[in-house]
């Protein structure tokens, strides 16, 4: 697979002598010329935000739900480590991935289990799907002025019914229930596929009353894996290895699949 | 207990150089049902009487898990105890949100019993009636913690607080060295014959899986709760028992000043 | 004062897990901008008995981190009660407040790396991103000398192994990367027993005769 490779205009500011725009003329070179921590991701002024890539897919069917996503974790052009979870499981049904922002996720992560532990110790059972969906919302909500750069799926089986359902979130709680989802960098890739092959859009010889989940857990499993296949052949920030994890009446079980790492 | 001139605030000492008010609250921990708490090299097991206040209630349950490593038992006023165990969940996870890790149980509870001496020295604030047996597990092993309405918190092999505690105490200091050695099962087979212990001057009383709770944690075990028939399995184990006097625990000091009868 | 630009500042720091423990590498350098300003700084500080820390980015800011951490040991010790915290609560302590401070806009401008007793290695960033690896670079030394390690990394490595490679890495990044220095500090951190800073010393056999054969 070798690309030509001319992504000049790419370049990041490292290599580009020009001074930092605020810098003042300066006798002494000015240190803001300086690479600091990774001086080729430091924009003009500072961000607290980042970007830190990833695909996150969530799909359910009649009586299970799958929660996936890749382990890279890049900035920018790097890949600082190949073996970051985007995944956390909240409850025995239910079970969260997010993309987008590292340090916000795992703020997310570590966020949510303390109140789903809350809720636990004032109710003595585990919150159910559309409560953790809620309570995802709120939490995300809460910091609608400075947002969590987290794009959320979450995916779980009704403690009632055993059916599953899946919810797509934005950074600030917005959400909808769904049979299938996906966020993060793979989104534009992915999604258009797992609508054709799961919800059965576009095939017209099938009648609207049959088009719900028909797929089985396999089959499902299988659409996922090439769906990371896939985004990872084209996006940079995909990659390295599949965590999935499959929710069903009987429990939970993680598998990993290995993805291209380049 | 006589009225006495010293007592009407927390803030004042009497000339015996002692606080009455902490002093009343040590007696609420004295009427609440009994709790009895042992540890072995391994495992760390409360139980506790369930005090029902009519037949047409339900049992009151006095031991609440705190995370998954620690629980608390507790004795006197419940609705303090709940402030408490608010109080020492909220520490878990907040230890746990920023260090990823179980809390100490000794910091734990240095941490509420610290909490509980701050209402000991203002006029404004009344003392917990409450007292607490915690148990737990962490780095250097299990734990047994008792804590006082004072401030005050001991490290324990063995305790029992409330309501004729001082046989269950008599019935655990002659099996201290069992105690110590003992495995999970025959830890929760001690700590609930020392909490029969208490039955033992009351008529037509006894323990049933109604009215008592245990609640073990070991090392690589999380803590859990048992109650209602989930306890029958170990009532079953102390049944047959009849106590034989003395068993094989010798080196165990006996309590000395307070004796049986003085439990009502 | 929040800090939005870093004023001196170190560059990379370099970490490898072994089978017997972990290695840490980084250079003794304190930019000011290109000005090769302290040339002999530890970056390198050991504040608990169990674990040492590394950073790049800016010196002040490291300074201060590791001015909380020894508070934060000292107050342990305190403690009395014979408690340690292990290195992944301390790492995963230091992600938050990393996280707290850039929520904040006022981040401590720094990548740190943690290594600890029981082969403990991880990263925190400015950010508040904490993950542990088997092989870690910061700074430069992420586009340069992390493909190194990661190609040099097998899992049955020792520490001498280890140490090796990571001089390797750092004499690269001396040659390639205009802000790294030939005064370097190891830290090896064995799984049991004591931890051994090194001195700043030099890396020696430096070759420049092919400088000019290289664009």
């Given at each position: 697979?070798?690309?030509?490779?001319?992504?000049?205009?790419f370049?990041?500011?490292?290599?580009?002598?020009?001074?930092?725009?605020?810098?003042?003329?300066?006798?002494?070179?000015?240190?803001?010329?300086?690479?600091?921590?990774?001086?080729?991701?430091?924009?003009?002024?500072?961000?607290?935000?980042?970007?830190?890539?990833?695909?996150?897919?969530?799909l359910a069917?009649?009586?299970?739900?799958?929660?996936?996503?890749?382990?890279?974790?890049?900035?920018?052009?790097?890949?600082?480590?190949?073996?970051?979870?985007k995944?956390?499981?909240l409850?025995d049904?239910?079970?969260?991935?997010?993309?987008?922002?590292?340090?916000?996720?795992?703020?997310?992560h570590?966020?949510?289990?303390?109140?789903?532990?809350?809720?636990?110790?004032q109710?003595q059972?585990?919150?159910?799907?559309?409560?953790?969906?809620?309570?995802l919302s709120?939490?995300?909500?809460?910091r609608?002025?400075?947002p969590?750069?987290?794009?959320?799926?979450?995916?779980?089986?009704?403690?009632?019914?055993?059916?599953?359902?899946?919810?797509?979130?934005?950074?600030?709680g917005?959400?909808?229930?769904?049979?299938?989802?996906c966020s993060?960098s793979?989104?534009?890739?992915?999604?258009?596929?797992?609508?054709?092959?799961?919800?059965?859009?576009?095939?017209?010889?099938?009648?609207?009353?049959?088009?719900?989940?028909?797929?089985?857990l396999?089959?499902?499993?299988?659409?996922?894996?090439?769906?990371?296949?896939?985004?990872?052949?084209?996006?940079?920030?995909?990659?390295?290895?599949?965590?999935?994890?499959?929710?069903?009446?009987?429990?939970?079980?993680?598998?990993?699949?290995?993805l291209?790492?380049? | 207990?006589?009225?006495?001139?010293?007592?009407t605030d927390?803030?004042?000492?009497?000339?015996?150089?002692?606080?009455h008010?902490?002093?009343?609250?040590?007696?609420?921990?004295?009427?609440?049902?009994?709790?009895?708490?042992?540890?072995?090299?391994?495992?760390?097991?409360?139980?506790?009487?369930?005090?029902?206040?009519?037949?047409?209630?339900?049992?009151?349950?006095?031991?609440?898990?705190?995370d998954?490593?620690?629980?608390v038992?507790?004795s006197?006023?419940?609705?303090?105890?709940?402030?408490?165990?608010?109080f020492?969940?909220?520490?878990?996870?907040?230890?746990?949100?920023?260090?990823e890790?179980?809390?100490?149980?000794?910091?734990?509870?240095?941490h509420?019993a610290?909490?509980?001496?701050?209402?000991?020295?203002?006029?404004?604030?009344?003392?917990?009636?409450?007292?607490?047996?915690v148990?737990?597990?962490?780095e250097l092993?299990?734990?047994?913690?008792?804590?006082?309405?004072?401030?005050d918190?001991?490290?324990?092999?063995?305790?029992?607080?409330?309501?004729?505690?001082q046989?269950?105490?008599?019935?655990?200091?002659?099996?201290?060295?069992?105690?110590?050695q003992?495995k999970?099962?025959?830890?929760?087979?001690l700590?609930l014959?020392a909490?029969?212990?208490?039955?033992?001057?009351?008529r037509?009383?006894?323990?049933?899986e109604h009215?008592?709770?245990?609640?073990?944690?070991?090392?690589?075990?999380?803590?859990?709760?048992?109650?209602?028939?989930?306890?029958?399995?170990?009532?079953?184990?102390?049944?047959?028992?009849?106590?034989?006097?003395?068993?094989?625990a010798?080196?165990?000091?006996?309590?000395?000043?307070e004796r049986?009868?003085?439990?009502? | 004062?929040?800090?939005?630009?870093p004023?001196?500042?170190?560059?990379?720091?370099?970490?490898?897990?072994?089978?017997?423990?972990?290695?840490?590498?980084?250079?003794?350098?304190?930019?000011?901008?290109?000005?090769?300003r302290?040339?002999?700084?530890?970056?390198?500080?050991?504040?608990?008995?169990?674990?040492?820390?590394?950073?790049?980015?800016?010196?002040?800011?490291?300074?201060?981190?590791?001015?909380?951490?020894?508070?934060?040991?000292?107050?342990?010790?305190?403690?009395?009660?014979?408690?340690?915290?292990?290195?992944?609560?301390?790492?995963r302590?230091?992600?938050?407040?990393?996280?707290?401070r850039?929520?904040?806009?006022?981040?401590l401008?720094?990548?740190?790396?943690?290594?600890?007793?029981?082969?403990?290695?991880?990263?925190?960033d400015?950010?508040?991103?904490?993950?542990?690896?088997?092989?870690?670079?910061?700074?430069?030394?992420?586009?340069?000398?992390?493909?190194?390690?990661?190609?040099?990394?097998?899992?049955?490595?020792?520490?001498?192994?280890?140490?090796?490679?990571?001089?390797?890495?750092?004499?690269?990044?001396?040659?390639?990367?205009?802000?790294?220095?030939?005064?370097?500090?190891?830290?090896?951190?064995?799984?049991?027993g004591?931890?051994?800073v090194?001195?700043?010393?030099?890396?020696?056999?430096?070759?420049w005769?092919?400088a000019?054969?290289?664009?």
């Amino acid at each position: 697979m070798d690309r030509p490779l001319s992504h000049s205009s790419f370049l990041p500011p490292l290599f580009s002598s020009a001074p930092h725009p605020l810098s003042p003329p300066h006798s002494v070179p000015h240190p803001s010329a300086a690479p600091s921590v990774n001086a080729a991701e430091r924009p003009a002024r500072w961000s607290p935000y980042q970007d830190n890539g990833g695909t996150v897919v969530a799909l359910a069917g009649r009586d299970y739900a799958i929660v996936a996503a890749d382990t890279r974790f890049s900035v920018s052009f790097s890949i600082p480590t190949r073996e970051f979870t985007k995944i956390t499981q909240l409850t025995d049904r239910v079970v969260l991935a997010s993309a987008g922002m590292g340090a916000d996720r795992q703020y997310l992560h570590k966020m949510l289990h303390t109140r789903l532990a809350m809720y636990r110790h004032q109710h003595q059972r585990d919150m159910s799907l559309p409560a953790a969906a809620q309570m995802l919302s709120n939490t995300l909500y809460s910091r609608r002025f400075f947002p969590i750069y987290a794009f959320n799926v979450l995916g779980g089986i009704d403690s009632a019914t055993g059916e599953g359902f899946v919810y797509g979130y934005d950074a600030i709680g917005s959400h909808e229930q769904l049979k299938v989802v996906c966020s993060g960098s793979g989104q534009a890739i992915v999604q258009p596929v797992l609508d054709q092959q799961f919800s059965g859009r576009q095939r017209y010889s099938v009648p609207d009353a049959e088009r719900a989940p028909s797929l089985t857990l396999e089959q499902a499993t299988a659409l996922v894996r090439d769906a990371f296949a896939s985004a990872t052949e084209r996006d940079i920030h995909t990659g390295d290895a599949l965590e999935m994890w499959q929710i069903t009446a009987a429990g939970v079980r993680q598998t990993r699949y290995e993805l291209r790492k380049d | 207990m006589l009225r006495n001139q010293y007592d009407t605030d927390i803030t004042t000492f009497s000339p015996q150089g002692r606080i009455h008010q902490i002093e009343y609250a040590s007696e609420a921990v004295k009427q609440g049902s009994a709790v009895v708490g042992a540890r072995s090299g391994t495992h760390a097991v409360l139980a506790c009487v369930k005090r029902s206040v009519s037949d047409l209630a339900s049992h009151q349950r006095k031991i609440f898990e705190l995370d998954t490593h620690v629980g608390v038992a507790v004795s006197g006023i419940i609705a303090d105890a709940r402030v408490l165990s608010k109080f020492m969940r909220n520490e878990c996870l907040q230890h746990r949100f920023a260090y990823e890790s179980a809390v100490p149980v000794g910091r734990l509870v240095r941490h509420v019993a610290d909490y509980c001496q701050r209402c000991t020295q203002r006029a404004s604030k009344r003392p917990f009636g409450v007292g607490l047996l915690v148990a737990g597990v962490d780095e250097l092993g299990p734990h047994l913690f008792e804590t006082c309405p004072s401030g005050d918190e001991y490290e324990l092999w063995a305790m029992a607080l409330g309501a004729r505690s001082q046989s269950a105490k008599t019935y655990l200091e002659r099996h201290l060295e069992e105690v110590k050695q003992a495995k999970r099962d025959e830890l929760i087979r001690l700590a609930l014959a020392a909490l029969r212990e208490t039955f033992a001057a009351v008529r037509d009383a006894e323990l049933t899986e109604h009215n008592c709770m245990v609640a073990v944690v070991g090392i690589e075990e999380p803590f859990r709760v048992y109650e209602d028939a989930q306890v029958a399995g170990f009532l079953e184990a102390i049944r047959p028992a009849p106590e034989p006097e003395g068993g094989s625990a010798t080196g165990a000091p006996s309590a000395s000043e307070e004796r049986m009868e003085d439990t009502s | 004062m929040h800090t939005t630009e870093p004023i001196v500042t170190g560059a990379s720091v370099l970490g490898i897990q072994c089978v017997d423990g972990v290695v840490l590498g980084c250079d003794t350098l304190a930019s000011y901008g290109s000005l090769a300003r302290f040339q002999r700084v530890r970056r390198i500080v050991q504040p608990g008995a169990d674990w040492v820390l590394g950073g790049g980015g800016e010196y002040s800011d490291l300074q201060e981190v590791a001015r909380l951490l020894e508070t934060m040991v000292t107050r342990e010790y305190c403690q009395e009660d014979g408690v340690v915290r292990a290195p992944r609560a301390v790492h995963r302590y230091l992600a938050r407040v990393m996280y707290q401070r850039r929520s904040r806009l006022d981040p401590l401008f720094n990548s740190l790396v943690l290594a600890g007793r029981g082969r403990f290695l991880g990263v925190v960033d400015m950010y508040g991103t904490a993950f542990e690896s088997h092989v870690v670079a910061t700074g430069f030394g992420s586009l340069l000398a992390l493909p190194l390690l990661r190609k040099a990394w097998r899992p049955d490595m020792r520490m001498e192994e280890g140490a090796a490679c990571v001089e390797h890495c750092l004499r690269v990044l001396f040659y390639r990367d205009c802000r790294a220095l030939s005064s370097v500090q190891l830290a090896r951190v064995p799984a049991e027993g004591a931890i051994e800073v090194s001195e700043p010393y030099e890396l020696g056999e430096l070759q420049w005769h092919v400088a000019q054969t290289v664009a």
